[in-house]
């Protein structure tokens, strides 16, 4: 089953709205001087490009990404002549002349085939001395909301063991992450947890985001007949900490990493 990747507002009712967090934690983290410029690899919905704009007083921010519904979503929210964002695969990143001062990659390295090369991409486009980082979510323990889906799908079928992001993305681990920076040489580099609360108003505010079909997840919900995705809906509804008023409090955590870039690719 092939990840779905092509309905911005899906995803963001899905994701996209507690990336946005994660990413303003992130920009406040990272620590980039005022008037850089940066290149913001796999852009998707322009969580982070925005984060970068609002925050960060850039002088240029490109985005870019291969979905070109996540582009043209990103274009369409983000109404600021700072602001690029461009369709481009990892072989075809946007450059800058003096190199750019940030090339950043929020929740994407582990959908790469080899996210070395990806990293790899993003060090070429750096001038020295200029920072690369991304972060990617612990689907292991820490991105709970979908934790809980996978536990009670697994618990369902022990066929989606092999769907579940934990499993699939090994990288989205500190020690993973750390070693893929260093291993390309990056210098002074540095891991750190980013933990946001993911409060949903209902059941239903968790659950709908799923029949989006963006995502792993969301793609194993919609592939499931009628019968079989109610009672995944049953299974994870028993398995929420619901309070009184029907919300449910969650946390979600990622996982980022940033280096400092050497010579010049």
């Not at 507002?9 to 996209?16: A, D, F, M, T």
């Not at 800058?96 to 990806?118: I, K, M, Q, R, S």
């Not at 900490?241 to 990493?257: E, F, Q």
Request: glycine share 10%; aromatic share 10%; proline share 6%.
């Amino acid at each position: 089953m092939s990840d779905v990747w092509t309905d911005g507002s899906g995803y963001e009712s899905y994701v996209g709205r507690w990336s946005r967090r994660i990413a303003r934690a992130f920009l406040h983290w990272l620590a980039v001087p005022a008037g850089s410029t940066w290149l913001d690899f796999g852009c998707g919905t322009g969580a982070l490009s925005q984060a970068i704009l609002a925050d960060g007083s850039p002088r240029l921010v490109i985005g870019c990404d291969r979905s070109p519904g996540y582009v043209g979503y990103a274009r369409q929210h983000t109404p600021d002549e700072r602001a690029e964002f461009v369709v481009a695969a990892l072989p075809e990143l946007p450059r800058h002349t003096d190199g750019f001062d940030a090339v950043v990659a929020g929740l994407v390295l582990n959908f790469l085939p080899t996210p070395a090369e990806g990293v790899a991409a993003m060090q070429s486009r750096v001038h020295k001395g200029g920072t690369i980082a991304a972060y990617v979510w612990d689907y292991a323990d820490g991105m709970q909301l979908m934790r809980v889906f996978w536990d009670a799908a697994i618990g369902l079928d022990e066929g989606a063991r092999a769907l579940d992001e934990a499993v699939r993305f090994p990288l989205c681990h500190a020690e993973s992450l750390r070693e893929l920076f260093e291993h390309l040489g990056l210098s002074r580099v540095v891991v750190q947890p980013l933990v946001v609360p993911t409060v949903f108003r209902d059941f239903d505010d968790y659950w709908t985001p799923f029949l989006s079909g963006q995502g792993p997840a969301p793609g194993y919900a919609m592939s499931l007949s009628s019968e079989r995705r109610a009672r995944l809906r049953d299974a994870i509804r028993g398995r929420l900490p619901t309070s009184a008023d029907g919300t449910i409090s969650l946390t979600a955590r990622a996982w980022a990493v940033k280096g400092t870039a050497g010579a010049r690719a």
